[in-house]
C-alpha cells in the first residue's frame, strides 16, 4: 500500500508546482490592478479633503479649486466604476479558480497521506483520475498562458497606473 501511495503521491506532485506558479500569476495580475485602484483612491481623499476645505472658504480662488477638485473626483470615480473594478471583478476570477485548483491538489494529497486501505487509496485515485480526464490540473501551458496575461495586464495597464499617479500628484502639488 505504501507503493501505491507514493506512486500516486509522485504523480501529483509533478502538477503541484505548476499550480503555485499559476496561482502566483494570477493572484499578480490581480495585485497589479488593485494597485492602481488604491493609487486612484488616494487621489480621491486628497481631492475630497481639498472640498472639505474650501466648505468654509468662498473666496473665487477657492471656488475655483474646488470645481477643479469634484471634476477630478467624478472623473475618478468614474475609471473606477467603469475600468478598474471590472478588470479586478475578472482577474480576481481566475484567480480564485487558481486557487480552487491548488487546493483541490492539497487535498487530494492530504486524502492519499491518511488513507488506511487500499479501498480508499483507490477511491481517491479515482477523484485525481477525474481531474485530469476533466483537464482541470494545471499544466506548463497553463502556467505560461498565466505569465502571459500576467505580463500583458502590466502592458495595458500602464497608461492607467500612470493617469492614477499623475491625478494623486496633480493634487498634491497643484491644488
Keep these: 500500500m505504501q507503493a501505491a501511495k507514493t506512486q500516486l503521491s509522485s504523480t501529483i506532485a509533478t502538477y503541484a508546482q505548476p499550480s503555485i506558479d499559476y496561482k502566483k ?3 499578480d495580475a490581480v495585485a497589479v490592478i488593485t ?3 488604491a493609487t486612484y483612491t488616494s487621489a480621491l481623499a486628497c481631492y475630497q ?3 472639505d476645505a474650501g466648505k468654509n472658504n468662498f473666496s473665487n480662488i477657492q471656488i475655483s479649486q474646488t470645481n477643479i477638485a469634484l471634476a477630478a473626483i467624478a472623473g475618478i ?3 473606477i466604476k467603469n475600468i478598474v473594478d471590472p478588470k479586478i471583478a475578472s482577474l480576481s476570477k481566475l484567480a480564485l479558480d487558481a486557487g480552487s485548483r491548488s487546493t483541490g491538489l492539497t487535498d487530494i494529497q492530504n486524502q492519499i ?6 479501498k480508499t487509496l483507490s477511491l481517491i485515485s479515482q477523484q485525481y483520475t477525474s481531474l485530469i480526464q476533466g483537464k482541470t490540473l494545471t499544466t506548463t501551458v497553463d502556467v505560461q498562458n498565466s505569465k502571459n496575461d500576467l505580463d500583458a495586464v502590466r502592458a ?3 497608461g492607467l497606473k500612470q493617469d492614477a499617479t499623475t491625478k494623486l500628484q496633480s493634487c498634491i502639488s497643484n491644488i
Design 156 to 158: 495595458d495597464s500602464a
Design 25 to 27: 500569476n494570477r493572484d
Design 113 to 118: 497521506d491518511n488513507a488506511a486501505d487500499v
Design 35 to 37: 494597485d492602481i485602484k
Design 49 to 51: 479633503a481639498k472640498v
Design 77 to 79: 470615480n468614474e475609471t
